[in-house]
């Protein structure tokens, strides 16, 4: 799904995870009352271009239905 492909893409160009917990079930809490990182800031832009940025956003936005046309915007703008 896209928010674990983001959470993916997050640690791959940040090198840490977004989100922090020491188990399963504190990861599952933590993604239930998150709000989502925000990637333009916490991710260097010199390292990580903007297209990449925006799609990392997209899929970790909270709302699944947000999410899905953020993540379809993206992905045309990275050209895949």
Do not use: H
């Given at each position: ?9 997050y ?24 709000e ?9 832009s ?23 046309e ?11």
């Open positions: 799904d896209f928010f674990s492909m983001g959470i993916v893409l640690q791959l160009f940040g090198g840490r995870l977004s989100q922090v917990g020491s188990d399963f079930q504190a990861l599952t809490e933590y993604a239930e009352t998150y989502p990182v925000d990637v333009n800031a916490t991710l260097d010199s390292v990580v271009p903007t297209k990449w940025r925006n799609l990392i956003s997209a899929c970790i936005e909270k709302t699944a239905a947000t999410r899905q953020k993540v379809t915007k993206a992905l045309d703008a990275l050209n895949l």
